[in-house]
């Protein structure tokens, strides 16, 4: 809290009186990073309040959605590196745990979204939504892990499956996979 207002010129006990605790202020600092995440989606053909408008999306429009989860670089890496920072807090932190668990709903309910508007039938797209989910959190992982290091740090040659090009081709080809019914069904419920 002290780091937070000396960083802001401000004294710790005007920090203090917005912020209740460290945990409420990381919580306001992560729902900035997702309303990031939010702003982005809403411009898509699968943002709510959207479907159902012109025609069917293509996996290409599904992928480009996702990817907005999945930056590789810049100023989206590194929002993406604290939504990761933050999640982990959240293991340890209940509050923290509440308004991530948030962001992991909006998630799963856009992996449902994507699906059904490619043409799944509702019952398989709410099973396979979660698997996207899974993929999508996985990719997003490996990505904080191998993408491009924080300034100041040794750079590190990278698989091509991290790069923006090999995200979206392993999105494309689960989406694929999925709507041509070559992947088994989650039937665990």
Not at 64 to 84: F, M, N, Q, S, W
Not at 115 to 122: D, H, I, M, Q
Not at 161 to 172: H, Y
Request: glycine share 8%.
């Amino acid at each position: 809290m002290r780091a937070v207002a000396a960083e802001g010129s401000l004294s710790a006990s005007t920090v203090r009186y917005y912020y209740r605790n460290q945990s409420h202020l990381l919580a306001c600092a992560f729902a900035a990073v997702d309303d990031h995440f939010s702003h982005e989606l809403g411009r898509h053909p699968f943002a709510p309040g959207r479907l159902g408008r012109g025609d069917r999306p293509r996996v290409e429009d599904a992928v480009d959605v996702l990817a907005v989860h999945l930056p590789t670089d810049g100023a989206g890496l590194e929002r993406l590196r604290l939504l990761h920072a933050y999640k982990a807090w959240g293991r340890h932190d209940w509050d923290m745990a509440i308004t991530v668990g948030g962001f992991d709903r909006r998630l799963l309910d856009l992996c449902h979204r994507v699906l059904v508007s490619l043409g799944l039938p509702a019952p398989q797209a709410k099973r396979q939504a979660r698997l996207l989910r899974a993929i999508v959190t996985g990719l997003a992982e490996e990505v904080v892990t191998l993408a491009a290091p924080p300034e100041g740090e040794p750079a590190m040659r990278l698989p091509d499956r991290f790069t923006d090009r090999g995200v979206r081709a392993a999105l494309t080809q689960h989406l694929r996979a999925v709507l041509a019914e070559d992947l088994p069904v989650d039937r665990a419920g």
